[in-house]
């Protein structure tokens, strides 16, 4: 049973490129969870979704950033025209219902130059 | 507004000793309190909670303390094994009944068991 899965792991951008982060929730899992990590700091919460729906977004940034969680397919976080400020570890959690012992995933190492 | 704090950011604890990690928090709305350990190049694991309603809450080596008057959490690891060499997360669930999209993160504390 695969746990929680991200690519690309690592993941250079030139600013003004678009980021898209993927993440296949673990088998079964339907909430799906993504957090960013800035150096030296916690995770911070950035949108929740279900299958087709987003529930909770309120930690992420209003422009540029959006996310989806397909009926088919992964999890995509995407980021239009990144910045360096953009430059972090994303990761992605699923539950099987909206438990606070999420399964993290090994997270993707956005790195704009 | 950091809500979640995780005043020590390492630790040294020789093996075989108990390692003890702190957090603490500034809301009282939290309800849930949850521990995570993380490899370097890895996803957080979650390792244990503890509900609002509780003081304790004991899971093999592992034994978290909630002091809601301090506003206090803290991780015991006992016996240290090297292992055990990680970095440690406490999250707060922001409101009742809801799930790792309530979590708020401390900055985290790096434990490193020495031989």
């Known amino acids: 049973n695969a746990g929680v899965m991200q690519n690309p792991r690592h993941l250079v951008r030139r600013r003004g490129q678009e980021a898209r982060l993927r993440c296949s929730p673990m088998?079964?899992?339907?909430?799906v969870y993504w957090y960013r990590q800035l150096p030296e700091e916690g995770l911070k919460f950035m949108v929740y979704?279900?299958?087709?729906?987003?529930?909770?977004e309120s930690g992420m940034p209003k422009e540029r950033f959006s996310a989806e969680f397909p009926k088919e397919g992964p999890s995509i976080l995407r980021i239009q025209q990144v910045v360096r400020g953009d430059s972090a570890a994303y990761f992605c959690?699923?539950?099987?219902?909206?438990?606070?012992?999420?399964?993290f995933g090994q997270g993707t190492r956005l790195t704009v130059v | 507004d950091q809500q979640v704090k995780q005043n020590s950011p390492s630790l040294s604890v020789q093996e075989g000793r108990i390692s003890i990690l702190n957090c603490d928090y500034t809301?009282?709305?939290?309800?849930?309190f949850l521990w995570y350990k993380k490899y370097p190049a890895e996803g957080p694991t979650f390792l244990i909670s503890?509900?609002?309603?509780?003081d304790k809450n004991e899971d093999g080596r592992f034994t978290v303390f909630l002091n809601k008057s301090a506003k206090h959490l803290s991780l015991h690891i006992v016996p240290s094994q090297p292992g055990d060499s990680a970095v440690y997360f406490c999250a707060a669930r922001r409101y009742s009944g809801g799930g790792a999209d309530g979590l708020t993160f401390g900055k985290g504390t790096h434990l490193i068991i020495q031989p």
């Open positions: 809301n009282s709305m939290f309800d849930y």
């Open positions: 503890i509900s609002s309603i509780k």
């Open positions: 979704l279900q299958k087709e729906n987003i529930i909770d």
């Open positions: 959690a699923s539950s099987l219902d909206n438990s606070p012992e999420a399964f």
């Open positions: 088998k079964g899992h339907s909430h």
